[in-house]
């Protein structure tokens, strides 16, 4: 019996700039592994985000409330938040008041000095609608402001991905049952992107596409690649007979050929009688094995 992990990366350009890439960091059935999926975004991240002596990592935290009391007056932003702050790895703005449409919001932006990957996953956790970004400009150079205009009192999008113009912001879209934290990096900051091992569907795409649509065998027994450009090429399982992250990449005598999107090396399977078997653990010794 194969027991996967059920959290992947994919790495991708942006809809909103082809230049800009992102990485989107997955996870299915959350009920049953969500406390994996932070360890596994903190690890994620660690890889491939830019240093902290390259990019200034922040935080907009807002509180909204429509009849402030004497406490919330008191406590502002930081008092409500302090669970999310470590004194020693992050610095403060100050705290600022202002009412829109008969409310009352407090909010301030944090500065992440240090484990950055980390903090940002513990902020995203306790406070999911924190704005989150990188930007050059140091924290006493930030118009405070004019970022929570933008982002909390002028934001009318609809689209579920935001799009904003930090060389680097997070987004996390989570339903409860799945979930996927969205890391958009702009070019000048992508490249430990560029050839990062892990589970790259693009790369995946070019590897497979050596062997596409012609006549291979392995072990005498004749295979067939779905071409690249056919809809079925990236076709997930069920979740029952075949993990969710798998991709359906083709089959070898009636047999269906699975890559796992888990795995660093993507991992090819083959799925006799409905178990789930191991081909190879590398798809490029798969690759060869088809020529040979």
């Not at 059920?6 to 406390?35: D, Q, R």
């Amino acid at each position: 019996m194969v027991i996967m992990s059920k959290i992947w990366t994919e790495f991708k350009k942006s809809e909103f700039n082809s230049n800009l890439k992102y990485l989107a960091i997955n996870g299915i059935e959350m009920e049953l592994v969500h406390h994996n999926y932070q360890e596994y975004c903190v690890e994620t991240l660690d890889n491939v985000l830019p240093e902290p002596s390259d990019l200034n990592y922040f935080a907009l935290i807002v509180e909204e409330v429509e009849f402030p009391t004497r406490i919330d007056q008191y406590k502002k932003v930081w008092g409500k938040n302090n669970g999310i702050i470590r004194s020693s790895e992050c610095s403060l703005s100050q705290e600022y008041v202002e009412e829109a449409d008969g409310v009352t919001f407090f909010y301030g932006i944090i500065e992440i000095k240090k484990n950055v990957a980390k903090n940002i996953m513990e902020i995203i956790k306790e406070n999911p609608d924190a704005v989150i970004f990188g930007e050059i400009s140091k924290l006493e150079d930030l118009d405070v402001p004019n970022i929570f205009q933008k982002e909390i009192i002028k934001s009318n999008s609809d689209d579920i991905l935001k799009k904003r113009d930090y060389p680097v912001y997070f987004q996390m879209i989570d339903s409860g049952f799945e979930i996927c934290l969205y890391i958009f990096i702009a070019p000048l900051f992508s490249s430990k992107i560029e050839g990062n091992a892990k589970i790259d569907t693009e790369r995946l795409k070019i590897e497979v596409n050596e062997i596409e649509n012609k006549n291979w065998e392995i072990d005498e027994r004749e295979i067939f690649i779905y071409s690249i450009n056919d809809d079925r090429f990236g076709v997930v399982g069920d979740g029952i007979e075949v993990p969710d992250f798998f991709w359906l990449i083709g089959y070898i005598e009636g047999n269906s050929i699975w890559v796992d999107l888990s795995s660093k090396n993507h991992c090819v399977y083959e799925k006799v009688d409905g178990i789930v078997v191991l081909l190879f653990d590398e798809i490029m010794c798969f690759v060869e094995a088809c020529k040979a």
